[in-house]
């Protein structure tokens, strides 16, 4: 221990100027949260300036992209956030009980969350009139109270205060929702206090703290996403500068957790970004992201990550039998497209996966005019194509990523992965497509219209039948996301995405529920029954219907003729993202307006889950 210490001493004053002297203070121990712990602190003195460190190693969180490994700056703005579990004899979750109790619980629970790098934090000094808002906070999931250090302390730090969240539960209780319900709570205290920087130190809680220690920084990424780019300065809210994740309770002799952490903290921001990438996509206006904004987009993460990059437009897609997709966009300023990346070289065995996205930038209902209370949000219509955007972008930098570090391990299950967004804008004009209007499909069925504001099932019919046409016939399965119905919204509010498969399909579709419920997202199961397809397929003058026979079960009938489009030996599933793409109010670490819902879903497919299953 000595040795090391006396390396780590030389070293520090190798490196600092001749100014600058080096004091180690060694060597308490003490039981925590994060274990035994020695105490060890690095005091540096520059001149006359004297900062006090704990040896720690932080990754930043935000800024999106910063090298610097260090904490918040000292600065008057700035918070550590820790996380506050209740003892295991402390009494319930969440009890009404606790938050009645005087401090005495709520300062056990407190001393024993404080990290060794916050020692100055002096529990026993807490003023009375603090207590009840800790027994509040430290005993309730995602209750917060600041604590103001006196100053007084031999280990004062830079910072000036300390924000304690509670978790509501035992340490081995924590799951990665409560991490992420509590980070948000922080986060949503840190904005109203007006703070700009914070370091997060992570809890040793949970079966996993790795896991819950990369859920952290993600959810302060996604936590303190708002859409602010038509916002004047002084309007716009408060959001953090920089955030930094401390990793000092996870540290071991070897290094080896904080080296897992540090990997699966930045396959995290990953897939975050990727989460708030299609955020922005779906909050942008019908009179910015365009079709041509759209396709501008997905040019540039090709470039960018090294994906095969192809636009059908106009004649080409005449020429390729996608007459479906051009009806739905022949009245618009901009004609629609069909856009494609492909991911190669992913390393698994599995095949190609095709997952589709529908991408109305703007849905009037065409001649079946939306009404007024209806219209105003459509320029969120694309949310399906918004979230397959946004998952290339996680894999292109997860995969990225793997090169730089030169991992031979295999990125995928799956060999490629074909990324395709049909692009259109339902507008009113002379050239609208018009209702029972007869249409021949790509697959060369031919369609009767039932309404023109069911218009994109048009767009995905014909990118279904393209995409399997041209990447098979090694498809292992197709996947495909969409804001299709309202039915499914008035089934299943906002809080979950309908999911539907073929009789080939019930595998993928519990691979797609396993990988929604790593990042929060649920996708809940509904049924084809064959009524559905009958109403679909029983017309007199085309072979199929867009539109069930009657208003019930909406989001069924869109399904069944969906489903017409599949090969029924390909697994596929139809992953209605109406109710959770578009939100009416903040949840958590989701936002009102575009939620990005069903990125993270289809990252987590795709990267992680098990090979050869």
């Keep these: 221990c000595f040795a090391k210490l006396y390396v780590l001493a030389s070293y520090i004053a190798l490196c600092s100027s001749p100014q600058t002297s080096v004091t180690v203070v060694i060597l308490q121990e003490r039981r925590t949260m994060w274990g035994t712990v020695a105490r060890v602190t690095v005091r540096v003195v520059t001149g006359q300036r004297r900062l006090a460190h704990s040896i720690s190693r932080r990754i930043p969180i935000l800024p999106l992209g910063s090298d610097q490994a260090g904490g918040c700056s000292p600065h008057v703005r700035a918070a550590s956030v820790i996380y506050v579990p209740l003892v295991a004899d402390g009494g319930s979750a969440g009890g009404a009980g606790g938050a009645a109790q005087d401090g005495s619980a709520a300062s056990a629970d407190l001393r024993a969350a404080v990290p060794p790098e916050l ?52 340490l081995a209780d924590a799951t990665p929702g409560v991490i992420r319900d509590a980070t948000a709570a922080a986060v949503t205290a840190l904005r109203a206090a007006d703070i700009v920087a914070a370091d997060f130190y992570a ?97 540039e993460l090709a470039e960018q990550y090294g994906f095969k990059f192809t636009c059908l437009q106009a004649d080409e897609l005449a020429e390729e039998g996608l007459r479906l997709l051009l009806a739905v966009g022949q009245a618009a300023t901009e004609l629609p497209r069909l856009v494609t990346l492909e991911c190669d070289d992913l390393g698994g065995d599995a095949g190609t996966l095709v997952v589709v996205g529908k991408g109305v930038t703007f849905d009037t209902g065409g001649l ?18 918004a979230a397959v955007l946004g998952a290339a972008r996680a894999v292109g930098e997860l995969r990225q990523a793997a090169a730089v570090a030169g991992s031979a ?23 609208s497509f018009k209702p029972h209007e007869i249409v021949r499909s790509h697959s060369g069925q031919t369609v009767s219209v039932g309404n023109t504001d069911a218009e994109g099932r048009l767009c995905l019919a014909d990118a279904l039948s393209w995409s399997q046409q041209r990447f098979g016939p090694n498809i292992a399965g197709v996947v495909d996301l969409a804001t299709l119905t309202g039915a499914c919204v008035v089934a299943l509010g906002e809080y979950a995405a309908g999911v539907f498969t073929n009789s080939a399909g019930a ?16 996708l809940h199961p509904l049924p084809i029954l064959p009524g559905h397809r009958k109403e679909i397929t029983e017309h007199d003058h085309a072979d199929l219907c867009s539109t069930g026979a009657t208003r019930w079960g909406g989001a069924c009938t869109a399904a069944a003729f969906l489903e017409c489009f599949v ?37 987590e497919l795709i990267i992680h889950q098990p090979r050869g299953e």
């Design 203 to 299: 809890p040793n809680a949970g079966d996993d703290p790795v896991v819950l220690a990369a859920e952290v920084a993600r959810s302060v990424m996604l936590a303190d996403y708002r859409f602010d780019a038509h916002l004047s300065d002084d309007k716009a809210a408060t959001r953090l500068d920089t955030a930094a994740l401390a990793l000092c309770p996870l540290l071991d002799a070897d290094g080896a957790q904080v080296d897992a952490a540090e990997t699966k903290i930045k396959a995290l921001l990953a897939v975050g970004a990727g989460t708030n990438f299609a955020r922005d996509l779906v909050n942008r206006r019908g009179d910015e992201c365009t079709p041509a904004h759209m396709e501008t987009a997905s040019r």
């Design 507 to 522: 595998d993928l579709v519990a691979a797609l529920q396993a990988s929604g419920s790593a990042h929060g997202e649920v």
């Design 119 to 170: 020692e100055f934090l002096e529990i026993n000094a807490v003023p009375p009139s603090q207590r009840d808002d800790l027994a509040r906070a430290l005993r309730t999931s995602g209750g917060t109270a600041f604590l103001h250090p006196t100053g007084s302390g031999r280990n004062t730090t830079v910072l000036s205060r300390v924000l304690a969240v509670g978790l509501g539960t035992t």
């Design 409 to 431: 391990a295999p990125l995928s299950r799956y060999s490629k992965v074909v990324f395709c967004v049909a692009l259109a804008e339902n507008a009113v004009g002379p050239l």
């Design 368 to 385: 079946n005019l939306k009404p007024t209370g209806s219209i105003e949000g459509m320029h969120m219509d694309m949310g399906g194509a």
């Design 567 to 603: 090969d029924k030996a390909t697994p596929w599933a139809h992953i209605d993202i109406a109710g959770p793409a578009m939100t009416s109010a903040e949840r958590g670490v989701v936002p009102k307006g575009g939620t990005g819902f069903g990125a993270a879903t289809i990252t």
